[in-house]
């Protein structure tokens, strides 16, 4: 369903700006594209860089006081290599997972980003994916990732074991094209990016639709891929 509750606007002030074109590894980042934050304040950036830069792809450690920590994974196929990252989340011990959509896995670091493991595989059955996305944790690690070209939003442990599954394609109310973000209010609400169907919705973490907003266009508070 979707609510008819005034738009509120907001505004944002720009207070820094941290990194720079680093298209070769190192401090910096390349077409960065998903980060996460550490309790400490460190910043895990993926530069997802592309087949022409390879060495950029990676994932960089930061603060927002410009201080590097260093960077982990390259661009590869191999145990702890990512090729098209999309996604990354902390889960409660500080490792790192992340979301690769053309290999279709999800790889796990520690929070130094020595590689500990890799799961999951290509395909559209439960437990499977098809260019995973978004990652987010919620408070008893359970592990949500949305199952880009599947639409539906998969829940996993953190050793990659299926739990279950909600959404389906279409446009109608708590389904799904090609979603993308997800996060939690940490209040038992998930928010899932609508991709394709340029709007937000708002789920219980068992998959109960609450409510969506937004539609197509390129006016305030209207939405465009």
């Known amino acids: 369903m979707t609510t008819d509750t005034p738009a509120k606007s907001s505004q944002f ?13 190192g401090r910096g980042f390349h077409l960065p594209n998903a980060m996460a934050i550490r309790g400490d304040g460190h910043l895990y ?21 410009h201080e590097f920590y260093g960077e982990f994974s390259k661009r590869g196929t191999g145990p702890g290599e990512i090729i098209a ?27 130094d980003g020595s590689y500990l493991s890799h799961w999951g595989e290509r395909g559209d059955q439960l437990g499977q ?24 939003i998969q829940k996993f442990s953190t050793d990659g074991e299926f739990i279950s599954s909600f959404g389906e394609a279409g446009t109608g109310a708590g389904q799904f094209d090609a979603p993308w ?10 928010f899932v990016a609508d991709w394709h169907n340029d709007r937000i919705s708002k789920f219980t973490l068992d998959g109960e639709l609450v409510m969506s907003f937004g539609d197509p266009g390129r006016e305030d508070h209207q939405g465009y891929r």
């Open 13 to 25: 002030k720009a207070l820094d700006t941290i990194g720079f074109c680093a298209d070769i590894g």
């Open 45 to 65: 950036v993926i530069s997802r860089s592309s087949q022409m830069h390879p060495k950029g792809t990676r994932i960089g450690i930061c603060d927002v006081n």
């Open 85 to 111: 990252p999309t996604g990354i989340a902390l889960d409660s011990k500080n490792q790192v997972y992340v979301a690769d959509e053309q290999p279709n896995r999800i790889t796990v670091f520690d929070a």
């Open 129 to 152: 994916l098809s260019g995973p996305a978004g990652l987010i944790f919620d408070a008893d690690d359970n592990l949500y990732i949305s199952d880009q070209w599947n639409h539906r």
């Open 181 to 190: 973000g997800i996060t939690t209010d940490g209040a038992g609400h998930l």
